[in-house]
């Protein structure tokens, strides 16, 4: 564990537990969201018709920071092979976490603050570290806004005073559908490491823990509801592997990005930005 000076806490490694916190609760209509700004900026819970939609914390034992919830990815999304990459011609090494490998940034392990609120929108916002853990600090805003019976996360990173690589996604714990819609143009490979790599070809068949080019909105089917999940990302990571969960990601880029699309970064003052749209049938 590394401790961080910008907000007087530790930062737990995404296997170390960690605990929703206190709740900030968002209701209109058929949805109700339960966002946890301490733990890591995530959502704790959506409720549509009073039907739980997310892996809570403490379900089938899931309590470590990776595991719950819907969390943001930033600075980068997925695994950063060994931590290393090359920027503006120098080698940057980032702390590895899970395994060999530095995984899903740094904004999920962090404490995020309430920046604005209403009846029917929450934002956040978070300093990213300037040191081991992120060397180019930056800002990472998220906003929650519900409108009948849709969400919509809307995630952006800003570039502060030195220019840095941005990626940046959702990691949802969907409780396991009965039935998944997901009709991908091409899938990632994976190498004996498990990282993706060039070029995306066929989709093989699950279960998967994957990277995808996908288009086309994701409908996830259980217990009578219908969920449509999509994003103008192109990248999006299924993992399906659990029997309780399934885990769709839309995503900026495609893991390990910095390595594979190394020409991708953001000048000082320019932003990043993405939505995501929940929308229950």
Aim: charged share 20%.
């Amino acid at each position: 564990m590394a401790a961080d000076a910008a907000d007087g806490g530790i930062d737990p490694g995404p296997t170390s537990p960690l605990a929703p916190g206190p709740l900030l609760t968002l209701a209109t209509g058929a949805i109700e969201l339960d966002i946890a700004a301490a733990a890591g900026g995530r959502i704790a819970q959506i409720r549509c018709d009073g039907v739980d939609q997310l892996l809570a914390h403490g379900a089938h034992g899931a309590t470590t920071a990776i595991a719950w919830g819907c969390y943001p990815m930033v600075p980068w999304c997925g695994r950063i092979r060994h931590g290393r990459f090359e920027f503006e011609g120098l080698a940057r090494q980032l702390p590895v976490n899970l395994g060999p490998h530095a995984i899903h940034g740094v904004g999920f392990l962090m404490p995020w603050q309430v920046t604005g609120q209403d009846a029917q929108h929450v934002a956040l916002e978070l300093g990213l570290p300037r040191d081991h853990r992120w060397p180019f600090g930056g800002i990472a805003r998220q906003r929650f806004d519900i409108s009948g019976r849709q969400l919509r996360l809307t995630l952006s990173v800003i570039a502060e005073d030195q220019a840095m690589p941005a990626a940046l996604g959702w990691h949802p714990w969907f409780l396991k559908p009965d039935r998944l819609e997901f009709v991908p143009e091409a899938m990632y490979p994976r190498d004996q490491e498990g990282i993706a790599v060039l070029p995306p070809g066929p989709v093989r068949p699950g279960p998967w823990d994957d990277c995808f080019v996908n288009r086309r909105e994701v409908v996830l089917h259980r217990g009578g509801q219908r969920l449509r999940v999509w994003s103008g990302c192109s990248d999006w990571v299924v993992y399906d592997g659990t029997e309780f969960a399934t885990c769709v990601e839309a995503q900026t880029a495609p893991p390990d990005a910095f390595n594979l699309q190394p020409g991708q970064m953001l000048r000082p003052g320019e932003t990043l930005t993405a939505q995501c749209l929940m929308a229950w049938d």
